[in-house]
């Protein structure tokens, strides 16, 4: 099992900038991709952004190409999201995540095995 700590989170205003950390603990050697997910109350976990951990290639949602970057420092066991002209509809709680099984779709809640608290993101207009 990989446990997740996410940080900085916080309130930024539409057309500002954000960055958000998960460090990893544990069997960190075992992860295949890291992910990035946001929620809303009443809504389903959505996909942000993912990164294959041994080559750095990142994929993103349409939503947020062009705008937020998925990176990782290898020797931190950390991947960051760097959030850019962040709009009010980006306000969520954003969850980052391993995937350890590497056999589901990059995009998808349930390819990945462990799961960080959350950290919130408020963007005001």
């Known amino acids: 099992q990989v446990q997740l700590v996410e940080s900085g989170g916080g309130l930024v205003q539409a057309g500002g900038s954000l960055r958000l950390s998960c460090a990893a603990s544990?069997?960190?050697?075992?992860?295949?991709?890291m992910g990035w997910f946001r929620q809303t109350p009443g809504k389903e976990r959505e996909f942000v952004a993912s990164?294959?951990?041994?080559?750095?290639?990142?994929y993103y949602a349409d939503s947020v190409k062009g705008r937020f970057t998925i990176s990782r420092v290898m020797a931190k066991n950390t991947v960051y999201l760097q959030m850019n002209s962040v709009k009010p509809e980006d306000t969520a709680v954003y969850y980052c995540?391993?995937?350890?099984?590497?056999?589901?779709?990059?995009?998808?809640?349930?390819?990945?095995?462990?799961w960080g608290q959350g950290t919130q993101v408020t963007v005001s207009s």
């Open positions: 544990g069997r960190t050697f075992s992860s295949y991709r």
């Open positions: 995540a391993v995937d350890r099984r590497r056999g589901g779709s990059r995009d998808a809640p349930s390819s990945y095995d462990d």
């Open positions: 990164i294959t951990w041994s080559t750095g290639i990142p």
